[in-house]
């Protein structure tokens, strides 16, 4: 094994350590999405069927999907903000997990090609 191939792995295996170890320390994930919305009712003498509609709201949103299907919740505000901060992990999480499969990629293929020439590796 040359020095500069047992130098770029350990460069890549330095590097995937370092993104398992911020893997480690995200806290809980929730996938989905979060929006504010303002709906109509279903009383049609309401101001939110006037002209111009004065609409009820704001209400807090998340959406996602479970099984192939949609799923709404309606959050107060205060669960809308933890809802935040776990979909922010989730892609955070999301992210280090594409660089450590870049990482890997890289290293596996190194990998590859040393066992190809040097069969006792």
């Known amino acids: ?8 792995l350990a460069s890549y295996e330095r590097r ?3 993104l398992a170890a911020q893997v480690a ?10 929006a504010l919305r303002h709906n109509r009712c279903g009383k049609p ?3 939110c069927h006037a002209d111009p ?11 996602t999907k479970v099984d192939g299907k949609t799923v709404n919740r309606r959050l107060t505000e205060s669960q809308a903000e933890l809802y ?7 892609r ?3 992210a280090l ?15 590859l090609n040393q066992a190809a020439t040097d069969p006792e590796v």
């Not at 320390?25 to 979060?34: A, E, F, K, M, N």
């Not at 935040?84 to 989730?90: C, P, Q, R, T, Y």
Request: charged share 25%.
């Open 1 to 8: 094994m040359g020095r500069t191939t047992a130098q770029r």
């Open 16 to 18: 995937y350590r370092q």
């Open 25 to 34: 320390d995200i806290g809980y994930i929730r996938s989905g999405s979060l």
């Open 45 to 47: 003498n309401c101001r």
């Open 53 to 63: 509609p004065q609409l009820h709201g704001p209400y807090w949103q998340w959406t």
């Open 84 to 90: 935040a901060e776990w979909i922010d992990n989730d």
């Open 92 to 94: 955070q999480l999301q």
């Open 97 to 111: 997990i594409s660089q450590m499969r870049e990482v890997a990629a890289k290293a596996t293929e190194l990998r």
